[in-house]
T-cell receptor, first 111, second 115 residues
Framework: QKEVEQNSGPLSVPEGAIASLNCTYS??????FFWYRQYSGKSPELIMF????GDKEDGRFTAQLNKASQYVSLLIRDSQPSDSATYLC???????????FGRGTSLIVHP | EPEVTQTPSHQVTQMGQEVILRCVPI?????FYWYRQILGQKVEFLVS????????KSEIFDDQFSVERPDGSNFTLKIRSTKLEDSAMYFC?????????????FGEGSWLTVV
């Protein structure tokens, strides 16, 4: 069974703070990991992907992958109210190239 | 920037009717997908399509559903005999390839309401 687990939140952080979003996955063989952002009523928008253990930075976003512990996280530095959205973790697993999505974590950045 | 386009953005249909949702994937992409998201729930995979045939499908994608690429640009999802529980946002998506780094880009979605 392919499982991608996320805390549904909401996670509330003040403007300017670091938001930390976590995701665990069940398939130890998974090789690629994606973070999407979804505003209410809109489609998922790719933020970044990561393949290798460690950190990958892109602007204010940092993805962290730990394959031994089977978790991937997304850090958002200097959070802005416009970052308020649901963040979806997606992981292809079970030998498929099709990503399975987690339920998403709702992030609220308050001024 | 190239994007996946979907029509209609919103459709209301009566239970038992057939619905066709249309999509134009990004032009140089070879893999096409349909996902759905019931209100308040997670994004669920329905089907993937490559080289004019279904490459993978989920248990949700039963005989009620079908997909087609009727010409060189459109990709359609047909839902026969719609049920109330088919009410959801349906997302079309596309990608360039199917390796483990497959990056999928989504359209804006078609919101289907079955009454």
């Amino acid at each position: 069974q392919k499982e991608v687990e996320q805390n549904s939140g909401p996670l509330s952080v003040p403007e300017g703070a670091i938001a930390s979003l976590n995701c665990t996955y069940s398939d130890r063989g998974s090789q690629s990991f994606f973070w999407y952002r979804q505003y209410s009523g809109k489609s998922p928008e790719l933020i970044m992907f990561i393949y290798s253990n460690g950190d990958k930075e892109d602007g204010r976003f940092t993805a962290q992958l730990n394959k031994a512990s089977q978790y991937v996280s997304l850090l958002i530095r200097d959070s802005q109210p416009s970052d308020s959205a649901t963040y979806l973790c997606a992981v292809p697993s079970g030998g498929s190239y099709i990503p399975t999505f987690g339920r998403g974590t709702s992030l609220i950045v308050h001024p | 920037e190239p994007e996946v386009t979907q029509t209609p953005s919103h459709q209301v249909t009566q239970m038992g009717q057939e619905v066709i949702l249309r999509c134009v994937p990004i032009s140089n992409h070879l893999y096409f997908y349909w996902y759905r998201q019931i209100l308040g729930q997670k994004v669920e995979f329905l089907v993937s399509f490559y080289n004019n045939e279904i490459s993978e499908k989920s248990e949700i994608f039963d005989d009620q559903f079908s997909v087609e690429r009727p010409d060189g640009s459109n990709f359609t999802l047909k839902i026969r005999s719609t049920k109330l529980e088919d009410s959801a946002m349906y997302f079309c998506a596309s990608s360039t390839d199917s390796n483990s780094g497959n990056t999928i880009y989504f359209g804006e979605g078609s919101w289907l309401t079955v009454v």
